[in-house]
């Protein structure tokens, strides 16, 4: 089996409270985060894996960023989010991101919001080359989508014009909504995304590396599950991939695991696991490599 361990560097809104609004300060990665994001490093270096990650081009824009640099230098791979964090299946202007209704300037008059989301895109590849001298091989789509980009293939060969060797942009995880949880029933829902959402191509040709199981968001905003219950949900993704010699590729926020796993115990375990079940763990880049 393969465990990839995915970080998207971003901020969450509801995190680390329930209060905390940050879409209007997409980028703005705070102190606590880029820190939480160096001692996931450590974690590597120490347990000899690597993490991938996905970074806005507002956060390679910003001040302080060795911990990026630091990234690339240890031989993580870090994948392209988009400048803003849009929307990329957006058909009106308004629905590209908020940044955007507050301030129609930065739209510079472009003709289609497919026009500003590839602007945003080409942007963001810019930067990653000039500030961490790496093109981005991967790129994840804002939001996951229940069926990835299938319906959108305009996105797909914009996606294959700017030469990604891969998108992840499928997520799907159905699981029961009331309390008290039938834990049987989330097992078999985590069970059955890793199942379905193995590594595939759009008809273009591109590769869809999908975030399979339950994400940190899901877990935590939508399904308020603690960090135990969290973590014995992706244990349980890792026997079913263990078992069925399947690829399980995991979607988390540094900014979420700064204040639900500051020590970083759930990615240890998770890493520990997979490695003890002989698995290998692994980027996206590298699964991308060898989606059939
Ligand atoms: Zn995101």
Redesign the pocket.
């Known amino acids: 089996m393969k465990l990839s361990l995915t970080f ?1 560097i ?1 901020m969450c809104t509801n995190f680390p409270y329930w209060s905390d609004v940050w879409d209007h300060r997409k980028g703005a990665i705070d102190e606590q985060t880029r820190r939480h994001i160096e001692q996931l490093a450590d974690l590597a270096l120490e347990l000899g894996v690597r993490f991938q990650w ?1 970074v806005l081009g507002a956060a390679v824009q910003a001040d302080d960023i060795a911990y990026l640099r630091r990234l690339v230098g240890e031989g993580h791979a870090v994948g392209n ?1 988009t400048y803003h ?1 849009v929307n990329v299946k957006a058909q009106r202007f308004e629905d590209l991101q908020i940044v955007y209704n507050q301030d129609p300037l930065k739209l510079r008059g472009a003709a289609t919001p497919l026009d500003v989301i590839a602007d945003e895109i080409s942007a963001t590849s810019d930067l990653l080359e000039h500030h961490l001298g790496t093109r981005p091989r991967g790129f ?1 789509t ?2 996951g989508f229940g069926n990835g980009l299938q319906d959108a293939p305009a996105v797909q060969g914009l996606l294959q014009q700017h030469g990604f060797a891969y998108c992840s942009g499928h997520y799907d995880c159905e699981l029961p909504t009331e309390r008290p949880f039938d834990w049987s029933e989330l097992e078999r829902g985590v069970g059955e995304s890793v199942r379905a959402l193995q590594p595939y191509r759009y008809p273009n040709g591109l590769p869809e590396i999908p975030m399979m199981g339950i994400s940190d968001i899901h877990a935590y905003r939508v399904r308020d599950l603690d960090r135990g219950e969290f973590t014995r949900l992706l244990e349980h993704g890792i026997h079913v991939a263990a078992q069925e010699d399947l690829t399980f590729s995991v979607l988390l ?1 540094p900014q979420v695991q700064a204040c639900r796993d500051p020590h970083g115990g759930m990615v240890r375990r998770l890493v520990e696991k997979a490695l003890s079940l002989g698995g290998e763990v692994v980027t996206n880049d590298q699964i991308a490599a060898a989606v059939g």
């Open positions: 998207d971003e996905f989010h964090h994840r804002p939001g926020h």
